[in-house]
């Protein structure tokens, strides 16, 4: 028993040395690893606040654009909640979204260059690849809009799957205009084609063909 007793006390004071030792520095990591844990939890509740005041934000923004009409007063409200999205959440992809209804408002008022501003703001962002292919195909037709061939073209090289056809609709009518009706017609036919194929319509090509006088491949 004796042997035992001391086996024990030697096991004591060696405990006791090793927390003399190390128990300060064991104290501050377990310390540090809590912070961690609660700095960690804090940022994922910030990030979850955050999103969903973007989210409300552009709710309210959504509700007052898809009003039949939209009086001075609800216009200032829409670009009020846009600039407060631009400023509070800019890497939101709920701001990339307002930018795009930004721009449908800019149309409605007839202010082209606005509308190009808030699209190109779309184009140049880190938004999702689909997002940015649809606002190069929106700014392609404006540029069509307003004489700027080239620079439709060049928004639509690229498209994704999903708006090929549509940006090869677009691409005919810039080749319309500049006259180039060999290169429009195969542009209008690939889109017909492409529509096809995806089942997403693309409307107005046949007219469009009729008006080149070329029979339509569908």
């Known amino acids: 028993m004796a042997e035992e007793l001391r086996s024990e006390e030697e096991q004591l004071e060696a405990i006791k040395r090793w927390w003399s030792e190390n128990g ?8 540090l690893a809590g912070a961690g844990i609660f700095a960690f939890k804090a940022w994922q509740n910030y990030e979850a606040s955050q999103s969903e005041a ?14 039949p009409t939209l009086e001075d007063a609800g216009v200032q409200r829409a670009r009020n909640l846009i600039s407060e999205l631009e400023s509070e959440h800019a890497d939101s ?15 409605k008022a007839d202010d082209l260059d606005a509308a190009a501003k808030a699209l190109q703001s779309v184009v140049d962002s880190d938004a999702d690849s689909y997002l940015k292919g649809l606002a190069s ?12 061939q080239d620079k439709a ?16 609709a677009v691409r005919g009518d810039a080749l319309v205009a500049q006259g180039k009706r060999d290169e429009a017609v195969a542009a209008y036919q690939e889109a017909s084609r492409l529509s096809e194929q995806s089942g997403q319509p693309v409307y107005g090509l ?6 080149l006088a070329v029979e339509s491949p569908s």
């Open 206 to 211: 046949d007219l469009k063909l009729d008006d």
């Open 93 to 107: 992809l709920y701001t990339q979204m307002a930018h795009l209804l930004d721009a449908s408002m800019s149309v």
């Open 137 to 148: 195909l929106r700014l392609a037709r404006l540029h069509v809009e307003l004489g700027e």
């Open 153 to 168: 073209l060049s928004l639509l090289e690229n498209p994704p799957t999903t708006l090929a056809a549509q940006a090869a």
């Open 24 to 31: 300060k520095s064991l104290i501050a990591g377990v310390v």
């Open 54 to 67: 973007a989210s409300m934000r552009y709710q309210q923004l959504i509700s007052l654009v898809s009003q």
